[in-house]
């Protein structure tokens, strides 16, 4: 388990399962689909193979449990290193930054009141019971006239796993092409002392060493300063790090520390002592990491909106031309935000659940419909799986070219899509609801194990239209249909192979069609009350965590009470 799972999301190998009978909802027919928009569902899913995740499997053809195919190699201390400079230059801006404040450099509170606003006052608790985590505080200047971000932050990061640390490393995600942003750090301290850091990973890992071994359980200070250039036209990704429409979508703006995962690295590699930095596939996910609590300051230039994961604690408008944001999360593994001069907002409760839909003015009717389908489908999921335990949830709309991704408490959507009225985009935004639950709350490897968090996420997607939508059609036009095109062939595998592994033209079939196959095996062979059962404690007994496949077939094995070992063998290659 990487980073130590906190006593709320423990390995099942540490405490017995408890099986709690799920409330699967009205099971009525809410805005159900007509014909024509199933058929814009099945015919968009077929040729899309996007972040947003839509595609199809039971197979007709069994598939062979092949040996693994190799990984991609691991990564080794590089051969080509960069030390970190002491200082930055920035870009000199068309209107003036604001007046940096009197205070010192960021620092990291230790109440916990402080992270309350962004949680549902029944799970405010949760902020203690998980356990110790990291804590990061992060100022932030957004400058759309550059097209540039500068910012500094503190990071008290916890070691929670078993092994002393002697070095701490941070991923910097823009520097992915991917994400075809460019960042640099400077001015790097360690326990308030100058540190020498080093990149790495074509500079999109940063290692940091620290003045002594860091001991299961002690934390440390970790500063540093960045800046940012964001990119105006999309690269190799999905265009989610991205400033054009009038909207600048920071997806991984900030330094991020990864999982620490001796276990995982053993067996897929890619890591450099026990750190997982990866060099992402574009067209996968690229974050893995622990759970952590975020207090964001972002100062914006006076009339811009700031969409956040987590909440809005303080907006103070500056007689300077800049307004102060002052944002804080739960326990999220990762912090978005998304900007614009032009949003326009609606809002829906969902219990005591804040649900905003944010959009551009000419897509005042799409706002309204994805509000409903969000609302919706959060609702069902909470039902189904166990509660989403923040005060908010946000979707918002941006230039990205995915269907829809994912971050904890917000999901984006293409703003080229806000003209459709059901179909593929009412898919895609229930699709990236469902990630809230398999990804966000319950974390995994998404570049080594995609099936975790991908095909569970599409089979949640199709539950949400059998049981509130009506159809059940799912299954057949959707998956297998989408499956067909790569069944039997050369193309065809497990559905259990790392991202890079498969070719992106097949990565959509196999992953996002066939995976969810073995989910609608594995519910005919245990049945509706097991299935739902063993998914809801899946759920509560890593959330807040990070699972590996292996922890969900252990869920599935004490659940179940069967022998399973064909259906693993089958799908997965794995032995019982």
């Known amino acids: 388990m990487a980073g130590g799972t906190p006593d709320i999301g423990r390995s099942l190998r540490e405490r017995p399962i408890k099986a709690n009978p799920v409330n699967l909802g009205g099971g009525y027919a809410h805005n159900a689909m007509d014909v024509s928009q199933k058929t814009s569902v099945v015919a968009l899913f077929l040729v899309l193979a996007t972040a947003a995740g839509c595609s199809s499997p039971e197979p007709t053809t069994t598939p062979t449990a092949t040996p693994p195919k190799p990984t991609t190699a691991p990564v080794s201390e590089p051969t080509q290193e960069t030390i970190v400079t002491p200082t930055v230059t920035l870009a000199i801006t068309s209107s003036p930054l604001p007046t940096p404040t009197e205070t010192e450099k960021p620092e990291v509170g230790n109440s916990f009141a402080l992270y309350a606003p962004a949680m549902r006052p029944a799970f405010v608790d949760d902020l203690t019971a998980i356990g110790p985590v990291s804590q990061y505080k992060i100022e932030v200047t957004v400058d759309p006239d550059q097209s540039m971000i500068r910012g500094q932050q503190v990071v008290r990061y916890v070691n929670n796993d078993s092994s002393p640390l002697e070095a701490v490393y941070f991923r910097l995600f823009p520097n992915l092409p991917g994400y075809g942003g460019e960042m640099t750090i400077s001015n790097v301290r360690v326990a308030d002392e100058e540190a020498t850091a080093i990149l790495k990973v074509a500079e999109s890992a940063l290692r940091v060493p620290l003045p002594s071994p860091l001991l299961p359980g002690q934390e440390v200070k970790i500063e540093l300063d960045f800046s940012v250039r964001v990119p105006q036209m999309a690269g190799e990704g999905y265009a989610q790090f991205i400033h054009d429409q009038d909207v600048i979508a920071l997806a991984n703006f900030f330094p991020l520390v990864p999982a620490y995962d001796q276990e995982n690295c053993s067996l897929y590699g890619n890591c450099a002592?026990?750190?997982?930095?990866?060099?992402?596939?574009?067209?996968?996910?690229?974050?893995?990491?622990?759970?952590?609590?975020?207090?964001?300051?972002?100062?914006?230039?006076?009339?811009?909106?700031?969409?956040?994961?987590?909440?809005?604690?303080?907006?103070?408008?500056?007689?300077?031309?800049?307004?102060?944001?002052?944002?804080?999360?739960?326990?999220?593994?990762?912090?978005?935000?998304?900007?614009?001069?032009?949003?326009?907002?609606?809002?829906?409760?969902?219990?005591?659940?804040?649900?905003?839909?944010?959009?551009?003015?000419?897509?005042?009717?799409?706002?309204?419909?994805?509000?409903?389908?969000?609302?919706?489908?959060?609702?069902?999921?909470?039902?189904?799986?166990?509660?989403?335990?923040?005060?908010?949830?946000?979707?918002?709309?941006?230039?990205?070219?995915?269907?829809?991704?994912?971050?904890?408490?917000?999901?984006?959507?293409?703003?080229?899509?806000?003209?459709?009225?059901?179909?593929?985009?009412?898919?895609?935004?229930?699709?990236?609801?469902?990630?809230?639950?398999?990804?966000?709350?319950?974390?995994?490897?998404?570049?080594?194990?995609?099936?975790?968090?991908?095909?569970?996420?599409?089979?949640?997607?199709?539950?949400?239209?059998?049981?509130?939508?009506?159809?059940?059609?799912?299954?057949?036009?959707?998956?297998?249909?989408?499956?067909?095109?790569?069944?039997?062939?050369?193309?065809?595998?497990?559905?259990?192979?790392?991202?890079?592994?498969?070719?992106?033209?097949?990565?959509?079939?196999?992953?996002?069609?066939?995976?969810?196959?073995?989910?609608?095996?594995?519910?005919?062979?245990?049945?509706?009350?097991?299935?739902?059962?063993?998914?809801?404690?899946?759920?509560?007994?890593?959330?807040?965590?990070?699972?590996?496949?292996?922890?969900?077939?252990?869920?599935?094995?004490?659940?179940?009470?069967?022998?399973l070992g064909d259906l693993y063998q089958q799908w997965l290659a794995v032995e019982q």
């Open 273 to 563: 002592a026990g750190w997982n930095i990866e060099y992402a596939v574009p067209y996968g996910d690229a974050v893995f990491s622990d759970t952590a609590l975020f207090q964001v300051q972002a100062t914006v230039p006076t009339g811009w909106i700031v969409v956040a994961s987590g909440s809005t604690a303080d907006r103070q408008a500056g007689t300077d031309g800049w307004d102060r944001w002052r944002l804080v999360s739960g326990p999220m593994r990762d912090f978005m935000m998304v900007l614009s001069p032009r949003f326009e907002v609606v809002t829906q409760w969902v219990e005591d659940i804040e649900v905003n839909s944010y959009y551009l003015p000419e897509d005042a009717a799409g706002g309204r419909r994805v509000l409903g389908w969000v609302a919706e489908s959060l609702d069902y999921f909470n039902e189904t799986f166990g509660p989403y335990p923040f005060a908010e949830f946000d979707a918002v709309a941006t230039p990205t070219t995915a269907g829809g991704i994912e971050y904890p408490g917000l999901i984006v959507l293409p703003i080229s899509n806000y003209d459709q009225t059901g179909g593929f985009f009412q898919w895609a935004t229930v699709h990236e609801v469902g990630h809230q639950w398999w990804y966000s709350l319950v974390g995994n490897d998404q570049q080594d194990e995609p099936w975790l968090d991908e095909a569970i996420t599409q089979y949640s997607t199709a539950l949400f239209y059998e049981f509130r939508e009506g159809w059940d059609g799912a299954v057949k036009e959707v998956f297998e249909a989408r499956y067909q095109e790569v069944a039997g062939t050369a193309n065809d595998d497990l559905i259990s192979r790392p991202v890079a592994a498969y070719a992106e033209s097949d990565y959509g079939a196999i992953v996002y069609a066939k995976g969810p196959l073995f989910f609608h095996a594995l519910r005919q062979r245990v049945g509706d009350e097991t299935f739902f059962a063993l998914l809801q404690t899946y759920f509560n007994s890593y959330r807040y965590g990070i699972a590996s496949g292996s922890d969900l077939l252990a869920v599935i094995d004490q659940l179940s009470g069967q022998d």
